[in-house]
Nanobody, 127 residues
Framework: QVQVAVSGGGLVQAGESLRLSCTVSVWHFDKYVVAWFRQGPAKERLGILCVDVTGTTYVSSSLEGRFAISRDNAENTVYAQMNNLKPEDTALYFC?????????????????????WGQGTQVTVSS
């Protein structure tokens, strides 16, 4: 059974940075696609970052230049680096892993490819 552990959230001030970690306990992690999602207050959950098995990264257009995703296959971990955080980035952040598919269309959390989810981690950005 695949286990996904998320860490790194917290309370920061606008302009500061945070790095979230998503560790996937599975053999052959290098064969897994991993995405980050977030759900703000009274908003739907949406994918914001994705990294595929080749290491190609995808960033939601509204977050380009501030957010980035990377993976360390030796550590079975994917990171979300979030810089210049804004109050509107306040949300519960989730990570999901998939043993199939690509990052194409990753934004939809209801896509059946997202087999394994970690618990959410709260990110709160004060102004």
């Amino acid at each position: 059974q695949v286990q996904v552990a998320v860490s790194g959230g917290g309370l920061v001030q606008a302009g500061e940075s945070l790095r979230l970690s998503c560790t996937v306990s599975v053999w052959h992690f290098d064969k897994y696609v991993v995405a980050w999602f977030r759900q703000g207050p009274a908003k739907e959950r949406l994918g914001i970052l994705c990294v595929d098995v080749t290491g190609t990264t995808y960033v939601s257009s509204s977050l380009e230049g501030r957010f980035a995703i990377s993976r360390d296959n030796a550590e079975n971990t994917v990171y979300a680096q979030m810089n210049n955080l804004k109050p509107e980035d306040t949300a519960l952040y989730f990570c999901a892993a998939s043993s199939r598919g690509l990052c194409t269309g990753y934004h939809n959390p209801n896509d059946p490819r997202w087999e394994s989810w970690g618990q959410g981690t709260q990110v709160t950005v004060s102004s």
